[in-house]
């Protein structure tokens, strides 16, 4: 089975600062992953996936997420947040064929400050 | 207009009590899914159902009884109420393999006092 983590569980930046949430994930095979995000009351919105080819994919709302493979990691990117930015950010991996679920990390929540 | 749907939104209850949640998908898709996020926003998947067929069933207690009468709809009924059942709950589907992603609702929190 399938496992997520995220480094930071909380992040707090200065609107312009750049962002980098980390994941890892932990799976024998080829993988699907996703970013979702979740602000404040709301229900969790698709940020950007991967599913193969260029492994830097450009994601909604100018974020990016590089997937390395030999890492395990598919760390997600912002250069200069906004408050706005302000939410929990879920990364979530899934096996790409049969039925499997969507697997989370346990989020990170980004608080931007004016 | 809304793609995946949740009623209640939100819903208060004492313990030992019954309570339903609907969803509802207008997307087409086949496959519905019950998500649980606790205080800690900590998502774990709790049913799938595909084409109305229950798919995947994890690790959770038989008071939550999914029941999905079409595949544009998935319920969940739970009987018996305890306190560490308040979360909020999601809907989500897909179409067929997870890899196009999922669309979720906008929730269901639950209290139980």
């Known amino acids: 089975a399938q496992s997520v983590s995220q480094h930071n569980h909380h992040v707090i930046l200065s609107e312009a600062a750049s962002l980098e949430l980390g994941c890892n994930y932990s799976?024998?095979?080829?993988?699907?992953l996703f970013w979702y995000v979740q602000y404040p009351g709301q229900h969790l919105q698709l940020l950007l996936k991967y599913f193969s080819g260029d492994p830097l994919v450009k994601g909604i709302k100018g974020f990016e997420a590089e997937f390395i493979k030999s890492k395990f990691s598919f760390n997600l990117r912002k250069p200069s947040v906004q408050w706005s930015d302000t939410a929990e950010y879920f990364c979530?991996?899934?096996?790409?064929?049969?039925?499997?679920?969507?697997?989370f990390g346990k989020g990170t929540m980004l608080l931007v400050s004016p | 207009d809304t793609a995946v749907s949740q009623t209640p939104k939100y819903l208060v209850t004492q313990m030992g009590n019954d309570k339903s949640i609907k969803c509802e998908q207008n997307?087409?898709?086949?496959?519905m899914y019950w998500y649980k996020q606790d205080s800690k926003k900590f998502l774990k998947i709790m049913f799938s159902?595909?084409?109305?067929?229950?798919?995947i069933n994890e690790t959770v207690p038989n008071r939550f009884s999914p029941k999905s009468p079409d595949k544009a709809h998935l319920n969940l009924h739970i009987n018996s109420l305890e306190l560490g059942d308040s979360a909020v709950y999601f809907c989500?589907?897909?179409?067929?393999?997870?890899?196009?992603?999922?669309?979720f609702g906008s929730g269901t929190r639950l209290t139980v006092v």
């Open positions: 799976y024998g095979g080829t993988v699907n």
């Open positions: 979530a991996v899934t096996a790409p064929s049969g039925y499997s679920t969507l697997t």
């Open positions: 997307l087409g898709h086949d496959t």
């Open positions: 159902y595909n084409n109305k067929e229950l798919i």
């Open positions: 989500a589907s897909s179409q067929g393999r997870v890899g196009y992603g999922y669309t």
